[in-house]
């Protein structure tokens, strides 16, 4: 017979099992009665993401065991979540299992999974979980590293890394489209050129090609497309912030995201998750996100998303 102590014990160990469950228990049930709402987000390295959880040991990257990042530069110091549970109605599209849970530790890097860093769809899932509560959220992601506009993002290019997006995104798009009565896309976070300066003078017709074939190829003819412009010292840098800003100019539907401070050591010292680094932090992509809101979508409805139309 089990005494006093033991029962405790026992009890003990039953409610540490109990709440030590994975954060989605406290995830909301799919509202498939209402509009699911996507937002994008392609291009190369700056797209899949670099921002960093915290300072401690156990929120940094794989990589970044030994290192320090600036302080004020991480998640927790700008006041984004990363537990899971505080995404209790998103969800992210990973290809070997369709949409999944969004949980900041697992999913942010598709395909790839436990990269522990996040790119612009933390802070603007955190931002849409607080605006729509009552409808499901969905991003499709994909931001491979060092990759070009000219070949590997070429839509007339065979086996591209286009034809991979295309590909996720009709996957995607397809079974939304059969769960939801309709499906809303926010827009396409767009970050990428890095790679293109060695064809940067083709960058403004490369990127209006690029704009124009998707929208026609996804079934999303008035795609609003966000465009962060490039800030860091780098070879033809300037053609390639020139030409996103013509191709935004040029396309009502375009917006450009600009943090510039107008001196490239204040932008590495005040947006890079490493001293020197090209690559965001999450400072970076909160500030983003903040224009974002505030400049483009400060009061966007259900209603004024794109509605996904198949082809």
């Known amino acids: 017979m089990a005494t006093g102590k033991s029962l405790s014990i026992l009890l003990s160990v039953v409610l540490a099992a109990t709440f030590a469950q994975p954060a989605f228990a406290q995830l909301k049930e799919k509202q498939t009665k209402r509009a699911a709402i996507v937002f994008m987000v392609a291009g190369q390295s700056n797209a899949g993401g670099c921002g960093v959880f915290g300072q401690k040991e156990e929120e940094r990257p794989v990589w970044g065991k030994d290192r320090d990042f600036p302080r004020g530069s991480t998640a927790d110091a700008v006041g ?22 969004f949980d900041p530790w697992v999913n942010t890097r598709p395909p790839k999974r436990d990269a522990r860093v996040h ?20 991003v499709i992601k994909y931001g491979p590293s060092g990759r070009n506009l000219y070949k590997d993002w070429n839509p007339e290019q065979e086996n591209s890394h286009y034809a991979l997006w295309l590909d996720w995104c009709n996957r995607g798009m397809t079974q939304l489209n059969k769960e939801y009565p309709e499906v809303r896309v926010v ?16 960058y403004h017709a490369n990127l209006k090609n690029f704009i124009a074939v998707f929208r026609k190829d996804s079934g999303i003819p008035d795609l609003k497309v966000f465009v962060r412009k490039h800030i860091y010292d780098f070879q033809n840098v300037e053609v ?21 401070l107008g001196d490239p050591a204040k932008n590495f010292e005040t947006w890079s998750y490493q001293p020197n ?35």
């Open 119 to 138: 790119g612009m769809e933390l802070p603007v899932l955190h931002e849409l979980e607080e605006r729509f509560p009552d409808n499901d959220l969905y």
């Open 240 to 260: 390639l912030a020139d030409a996103q800003k013509r191709v935004c100019d040029e396309d009502k539907q375009c917006y450009l995201l600009d943090i510039d």
């Open 80 to 101: 984004l979540p990363t537990n899971a549970a505080d995404y209790t109605h998103s969800y992210i599209w990973m290809p070997d299992a369709g949409f999944e849970r």
């Open 277 to 311: 680094n090209i690559h965001l932090s999450s400072k970076g992509f909160a500030e983003l996100t903040r224009q974002l809101f505030e400049k483009i979508l400060d009061d966007a409805t259900v209603d004024s998303f794109s509605l996904y139309s198949p082809r």
């Open 187 to 202: 827009g396409m976070y767009w970050d990428q050129g890095e790679s293109d300066k060695k064809k940067a003078d083709e």
